[in-house]
């Protein structure tokens, strides 16, 4: 069982900064892939950036590569979402993702098995 809770959210402007953080509890969070997705009203839930176990793989989605960075730090049980040059599109519902079955990076929602709350991120133009 993995029960993760995200922080971080919030209000920003275009061209802000929020870090999204998201603790992790349970002794699988070093054997687990991890993501971030996002869901804004009325659009499909996408992922936005992927890490592996190690941390040696990720991914980023096209519309948010060069500005946002996954990162996880396994010893605090932590993955990291910094996202950078936000932009009004960006404003969406932010959830944390385990995928406790595989190693390296999953990016397809059903390949997830622990979801967290969401965080609110919101971007003013």
């Known amino acids: 069982q993995v029960q993760l809770v995200e922080s971080g959210g919030g209000l920003v402007q275009a061209g802000g900064s929020l870090r999204l953080s998201c603790a992790a509890s349970?002794?699988?969070?070093?054997?687990?892939?991890m993501g971030w997705f996002r869901q804004a009203p009325g659009k499909e839930r996408e992922c936005v950036a992927a890490?592996?176990?190690?941390?040696?793989?990720?991914y980023y989605a096209d519309s948010v590569k060069g500005r946002f960075t996954i990162s996880r730090d396994n010893a605090k049980n932590t993955v990291y979402l910094q996202m950078n040059s936000l932009k009004p599109e960006d404003t969406a519902v932010y959830y944390c993702?385990?995928?406790?079955?595989?190693?390296?990076?999953?990016?397809?929602?059903?390949?997830?098995?622990?979801w967290g709350q969401g965080t609110q991120v919101t971007v003013s133009s």
């Open positions: 993702a385990a995928s406790t079955p595989y190693y390296t990076f999953r990016t397809r929602a059903h390949e997830y098995d622990y």
């Open positions: 349970g002794r699988t969070f070093s054997s687990s892939a």
């Open positions: 890490i592996s176990r190690s941390g040696g793989s990720t």
